[in-house]
Every structure is written in C-alpha cells, then in structure tokens.
C-alpha cells in the first residue's frame, strides 16, 4: 500500500502537468462584439464569453469608448476579459438621444416617425463600423491577436467585415428571437408567413386572414428594409479593400454558427438550418442574496412584492404617465420595486421603493416575488421564466411586442396597450394574474421544462463555439442553397421550363387536332362533290 501511495505521489504531478499542457493547447483565442459596450446586447454576448473563459478560452470584448469606462458596471466578470476599445465616431450623447426618440416615437408617434428614427439609427450603427475599420491601432491589434473565432451581434453587420479582415471564422448571435427575414436570408431557410410570426409584427402562430396579410407585408418590409441598410457596407468594402468582390449579403452568409435567443419552451416551433443554435435564456442564473435595504424592504410586506421595471431607456416617460403608474401601484397590497429614470412620480405611494438599478434577477428569485410588470424584452422574460414569475407585458417597440404575444400565448402574463393604458386597466391586470393561480402554475410549468436541461443555454453555445474554432468553421453544415442564385432557389426556371413543356405539348395537340379535323373536313367536302 506504501508503494503504491509512493506511486500516485510521483505519478499525480505528472497527470497534472499533462492536462495543464493539454488545456493549454486546447485553448482558443474568441473575439467578441455585444453592441457598444452596454446593455442587452453587451450582457448576452459576455454571458458566452464568461463560459469560454471558465473553460481556459482568451476572451477579447470589441467595444466602444462610449462605454469603456462602465462596460463593468453592474457586471461582476468584466475582470474576465481583454478589452479592445475602438475611438468611436457616435457620442454617447447621441446614442442616448436616439434612445429617447425611438422610445417617445414608440409612444407618441406614428409610423412614419419610426422609420425616420430607425434610419437615424442604422446610420450612427453604420458610423460605428467605420469607426472600427479606419481606427490603424486597433485593426493592428486584432491582425496581431490571430484570433480562432469571432462572435458578433447580427445586428452589427460590420462583423462580417472585420471577419473577413482578420480572415477568421465567425458566428452571429442574434440578441431577439428569430427574424423571419433575417433568417431567410442570411441562413437561406424556408420560411412560410402563413404560420410564422415575423419580428415586430406582435401575432400570434395562429392568424385570420387579417393577420396573415399583415405578416407577409411585414416580412416583405423587413426583407427590403434589410437588404437597403447593406449597400453603405458594400462601398465600405471597396474604399478600404476589404474583399470588395464579395458582398456584405454574401459575407453574412458565410457565418459558420448562428446563435439566436430563442428557446421553443417561449417561441413558436419553426424550421431552423442546422448551423442554428437556439441559446435563449443566456442572463438566466440562480439568484443571489439581495442587500440589506432591499431584503428589508422585500419582507416588510405580508403579500410579498411586485418588480415594476420598463427597462434601462423605457423607464423614461412623461409625468402624466408616472402619475397613472403611481396611482395603479398605490392600491394593491404588496410591496413594489420600481425600476425608473428621470422625473419621479407627484406622488410617490408608501409601498413603492424607487431605484434607479436593481438586481432583476435576485429579485425574480426572491420567494417573495409574486409579478413582473415588465416592457418585455427578451432577457427579463427568460429571467422570470427560470425563476416561475408570471408577467404582465407592456411592450413599447421592436420585438417586445413578439415577446409579450408569447407570454399571452403560453398563459403565463397578460398583455396591456401602454398607449391607452389606464390605472383601473392596469390594476385590474394585476389583481387578475395574481388571483388566478392558472398564470402561476403555467409559469411553474414552464420553467420545469425550460430548466430540464443538462447544459446551460451558456455551455450550450460555448460548446458550439469551441467546435468551430476546433475545426476552423463548420463548413460541412452549410446548406447548398447558398450557392444557388435567386432564380435557382425559387425553382424560377425549372416552373418557366415546366410551363413552357405544358404550353408547347398543348399547342402542339391542339395544332394536331386542327390540322386532323381540317383533313378530315376536306375529304368529306370531297367525296360529297364526287
């Protein structure tokens, strides 16, 4: 027994030693962009980047100057990563101005409106490509880091640029749930608007006639709205001769991996090609303990607590609308915890504690939480998914609409207008989902399901990610529809050639049948005259 404890001594350091070697060979150098630096986009792409480095990975985050000084703010593992930070063209003054305009236009505007500020949008996401791309430092800092994969926001489509720049594989992580459009083309996938909702378009699975008409003019918008934001991309591509041959459009499509957060437990059922990792849930964690004036606040209330958030840029609305918040809040007989900026409420009720932050998810974990009152983006729903929070959904713009539909969808949270939204309707809400216990126990439900699973949506990416880089892309499931030109994958030319067979076999018969009864005519004239 002596010897062989004599043994393992000496033979333990060596195994050590091995798979430390080994670790490190298996190592890969990840690159990766979440928006500018801040908020949704920035937390979901970091949540895959933590899980790359707690497996060995080099993550390096691409993000702005906006936000370089408070990328870690409200972020526990920004001390995880390399930072490369590019001078950006845009001030963060004009971002957050533009956040305001979406936000008012989505309450006080029309369509029209929108489009304008969403083309102001796609012009400064435009000024912060080429902000990257003609900053020398960091293009020489990326070309000397040799990265193995890159990971980047579809909804930046500069990355396929810097992708091709750096000539490295890459994966687009969709923040939102599947685009309809988007992925039609981006990934060539089938798609049918008679039962797939598209984004923004706020339906349900099952639509009327009505519905289906407007989902397919949606779709139709958005596949033209995307392919006119590319040209600007293209022309950036040849100034700075960056594989000018190959089109933005093209460049996308060569993603070797695309993460969406989407998870079938919330959305639709559709088709997805197989290079499609749906991730949804990505911020979802278990809670932590929450601080001593929070704590104190949350169990000071018999009937437990309610979170009232409308997210980091929603939360500012005008003073009519705070007041009809406070009035709603004021008459129910649990605590609230309210996320708001700006100008407070006239009178703020003595059951609510108003924050400028709060911790979302600890709080939605907190047995004492009975509701999310919630403008619905994406990464709250899957929070108070995970923990079993019912929601009531007050969606403002873009895909919070889509969201909400799935939370009405799947009986977990009722669904309010914000633009006729009165006190007695949103107190009539509440006092509805928290006295039918069917919200709760859909929710519950739900949550089971979405937490039986035996990797995170985190490993689950990182998985995907380490595989690509492992193998340099993952070329062998990429659909040959990608090849094909728009003629070929709409069988343009095999239905033209179908038809044409149809239309010559039936002149032909019918130029035969005339020439026969014609023959057959002229001989019976002929022998009636004889």
């Given at each position: 027994m002596k010897n062989m404890m004599m043994s393992l001594d000496g033979i333990l350091p060596q195994l050590f030693l091995c798979f430390y070697s080994l670790h490190s060979v298996c190592a890969y150098d990840f690159l990766i962009h979440g928006a500018d630096g801040s908020g949704s986009h920035y937390y979901v792409a970091t949540a895959i980047g933590k899980e790359l480095v707690y497996r060995g990975n080099n993550v390096t985050i691409l993000v702005s100057d906006m936000y370089s000084n408070s990328s870690s703010k409200h972020d526990d593992n920004s001390h995880l990563f390399d930072f490369i930070v590019y001078k950006s063209m845009v001030t963060e003054r004009e971002y957050q101005d533009l956040m305001t305009r979406i936000v008012k236009t989505a309450l006080y505007g029309d369509m029209i409106s929108m489009i304008k500020v969403l083309e102001l949008g796609n012009v400064l996401i435009f000024d912060q490509c080429k902000s990257v791309l003609v900053d020398d430092a960091v293009i020489r800092r990326l070309q000397h880091q040799k990265f193995d994969f890159i990971i980047g926001d579809s909804w930046w489509a500069c990355i396929a640029l810097v992708a091709q720049l750096l000539d490295t594989p890459f994966a687009l992580l969709s923040p939102?749930?599947?685009?309809?459009?988007?992925?039609?083309?981006?990934?060539?996938?089938?798609?049918?608007?008679?039962?797939?909702?598209?984004?923004?378009?706020?339906?349900?699975?099952?639509?009327?006639?009505?519905?289906?008409?407007?989902?397919?003019?949606?779709?139709?918008?958005?596949?033209?709205?995307?392919?006119?934001?590319?040209?600007?991309?293209?022309?950036?591509?040849?100034?700075?001769?960056?594989?000018?041959?190959?089109?933005?459009?093209?460049?996308?499509?060569?993603?070797?991996?695309?993460?969406?957060n989407t998870n079938f437990v919330l959305d639709f059922s559709r088709p997805l090609m197989p290079h499609v990792v749906p991730v949804g849930g990505l911020t979802t964690k278990p809670s932590r303990p929450l601080?001593?004036?929070?704590?104190?606040?949350?169990?000071?209330?018999?009937?437990?607590?309610?979170?009232?958030?409308?997210?980091?840029?929603?939360?500012?609305?005008?003073?009519?609308?705070?007041?009809?918040?406070?009035?709603?809040?004021s008459q129910v007989s649990q605590n609230v915890i309210w996320k708001r900026r700006g100008k407070?409420?006239?009178?703020?009720?003595?059951?609510?504690?108003?924050?400028?932050?709060?911790?979302?998810?600890?709080?939605?974990?907190?047995?004492?939480?009975?509701l999310l009152i919630y403008q619905c983006g994406i990464n709250g729903v899957f929070e108070a998914l995970y923990h079993g929070v019912p929601i009531i959904c007050i969606p403002i713009f873009l895909d919070q609409f889509d969201n909400a539909q799935r939370v009405v969808s799947r009986g977990i949270g009722l669904r309010l207008d914000i633009k006729t939204l009165t006190s007695k309707e949103l107190l009539d809400a509440i006092n509805t989902v928290l006295g039918d216990e069917s919200f709760k126990s859909n929710m519950e439900k739900l949550s089971d399901i979405f937490r039986d699973d035996d990797k995170t949506p985190a490993e689950r990416a990182a998985d995907w990610a380490e595989f690509a880089a492992r193998h340099n892309g993952t070329k062998h499931l990429r659909s040959a529809a990608h090849d094909l030109t728009?003629?070929?994958?709409?069988?343009?030319?095999?239905?033209?050639?179908?038809?044409?067979?149809?239309?010559?076999?039936?002149?032909?018969?019918?130029?035969?049948?005339?020439?026969?009864?014609?023959?057959?005519?002229?001989?019976?004239?002929?022998?009636?005259?004889?």
């Open positions: 939102t749930a599947v685009s309809m459009s988007l992925h039609s083309q981006v990934n060539v996938c089938p798609t049918n608007p008679a039962y797939i909702p598209e984004l923004v378009s706020g339906l349900d699975t099952k639509m009327n006639f009505i519905e289906r008409v407007s989902n397919t003019v949606i779709l139709s918008m958005n596949f033209i709205a995307y392919r006119l934001c590319l040209p600007p991309y293209d022309q950036l591509k040849v100034d700075l001769n960056i594989k000018p041959e190959i089109s933005t459009y093209e460049a996308l499509g060569k993603a070797e991996l695309f993460f969406v601080n001593e004036e929070v704590e104190s606040f949350v169990q000071s209330s018999e009937d437990g607590v309610i979170i009232f958030s409308l997210g980091g840029y929603c939360s500012i609305t005008e003073q009519p609308m705070a007041d009809m918040f406070a009035e709603a809040l407070a409420p006239q009178r703020i009720p003595s059951n609510v504690k108003m924050m400028d932050y709060i911790p979302q998810n600890d709080l939605l974990g907190h047995p004492k939480t009975r728009f003629m070929q994958y709409h069988l343009i030319d095999v239905w033209a050639f179908i038809i044409g067979c149809i239309v010559l076999f039936l002149g032909l018969l019918i130029t035969c049948c005339w020439l026969t009864l014609r023959l057959l005519c002229g001989s019976s004239i002929k022998i009636k005259k004889d």
